[in-house]
């Protein structure tokens, strides 16, 4: 009788991938599944994208973290991943209070469009100001961190 030598439970080596890289892989991703799962499936409670499920994309799990939004869908690097968090909680904060009142909730005379935290803060649409500015876009007024993004 011959044994055959059992293999050994082997950890595959973490790779290293760029943010291009997770951006094409959750698109493949995306494409792949059926019309009623979008990407949203990825996104863990942290925000974290689940990198186990992109494995055949990027031809294995990478090492470092990568974060998306749930309401605009960019993602992230690990430096930049309270970003995500800060924009679902005031895009919806947003959606709401223009459903309610009709009106943008912007900085006047701000010579972009900065979402205005204190009046969203005060009419108790937003719990939490974020440290960083974020602006409304013209496209299906989402937002933007980027303020190059109006230049």
């Keep these: 009788m011959i044994f055959k030598r059992a293999k050994k439970n082997t950890i595959p080596e973490p790779i290293?991938?760029?943010?291009?890289?997770?951006?094409q892989a959750v698109r493949q991703f995306e494409e792949d599944m059926p019309a009623s799962v979008n990407r949203t499936v990825l996104i863990m409670e942290d925000k974290s994208i689940d990198l186990s499920r992109l494995k055949r994309y990027l031809g294995?799990?990478?090492?470092?973290?990568f974060y998306?939004?749930?309401?605009?869908y960019e993602i992230f690097e690990?430096?930049?991943k309270l970003v995500p968090y800060y924009l679902d909680l005031v895009q919806s904060a947003v959606d709401h209070y223009i459903s309610d009142t009709g009106k943008l909730p912007l900085i006047e005379d701000?010579?972009?469009?900065?979402v205005h935290?204190?009046?969203?803060?005060?009419?108790?649409?937003?719990?939490e100001t974020p440290p960083f500015p974020l602006?409304?876009?013209?496209?299906e007024m989402m937002l933007t961190h980027r303020a190059e993004h109006f230049e």
């Design 16 to 23: 290293t991938v760029t943010l291009p890289q997770i951006k």
């Design 60 to 65: 294995g799990v990478p090492q470092q973290k």
């Design 68 to 72: 998306m939004s749930r309401e605009t």
């Design 78 to 80: 690990e430096a930049d």
């Design 110 to 114: 701000a010579w972009l469009p900065e």
């Design 117 to 127: 935290y204190r009046l969203l803060h005060s009419e108790r649409y937003l719990t």
């Design 135 to 139: 602006y409304i876009t013209q496209e």
